[in-house]
């Protein structure tokens, strides 16, 4: 596809339950980012994959969030016995590499997954 | 600590007048700052960034050092121009930080 795609688009999951979040990344693209957004709140960093690398993972509010790129291009998010506070719309972002000036900053963003836990 | 602010949640202007969103930063370091929009029901989209001095759709935004400010302007809001608008501030080369978002209504 031409952007980056995740699945599922929304999710519903009773409380202590797992949920894994898909994110396609742009054909090539080195860098993958995740992004937490809660209602009314801007995008906030979970982490991030240099290929399958996971270079930062300092944003992953507890040990209960778990991210991979086996590959270097699919990234899983998962997330364990979902809390009430994981509710939030996750954003998947990747750029084609950012050492090169030209494309420092354009990462392009999926449509995100709204996680809501009941 | 790198801290991105966006002091108005929402801002209505009437269509044809000029808008400007704020934007103002706190980072140690050199900034690099954009701007990116979300339309509705549609991604978040890099809409500018400070290093390209571009103007697009007819924005533009200047990155003021002695401000810490990066405000976006149009000098004649358009009805499509509504949207959230985000502005972020890249630091450590693979870390965006976004501010809260300013929803911009314009209205005909």
């Known amino acids: 596809g031409a952007g980056v795609s995740q699945s599922p688009r929304y999710k519903v999951a009773k409380r202590g339950q797992d949920v894994a979040l898909r994110c396609d990344p742009i054909?090539?693209?080195?860098?993958l980012f995740w992004y937490q957004q809660a209602l009314g709140q801007g995008p906030e960093f979970l982490t991030y994959f240099q290929n399958e690398a996971q270079l930062d993972k300092s944003g992953l509010p507890s040990d209960r969030f778990f991210a991979e790129r086996p590959e270097g291009s699919v990234s899983t998010l998962k997330i364990q016995r979902t809390q009430q506070e994981d509710s939030a719309v996750y954003l998947c972002a990747s750029s084609l590499d950012l050492g090169t000036q030209s494309r420092i900053g354009e990462a392009f963003f999926g449509q995100g997954t709204r996680l809501t836990v009941v | 600590a790198q801290r991105v602010t966006q002091p108005e949640k929402l801002l209505s202007v009437f269509k044809g007048a000029p808008v400007e969103l704020k934007c103002n930063y706190s980072y140690s370091g050199s900034p690099e700052l954009f701007w990116y929009v979300q339309y509705s029901r549609q991604r978040l989209q890099l809409l500018l960034r400070?290093?390209s001095r571009e103007s697009i759709k007819g924005f533009t935004a200047d990155l003021n050092k002695g401000e810490t400010s990066f405000h976006l302007k149009k000098p004649f809001a358009q009805e499509e121009d509504s949207a959230m608008y985000y502005c972020a501030l890249r630091y450590n080369f693979n870390k965006f930080y976004f501010g809260s978002g300013t929803k911009l209504n314009v209205k005909p």
């Open positions: 054909s090539g693209h080195v860098s």
């Open positions: 400070h290093i």
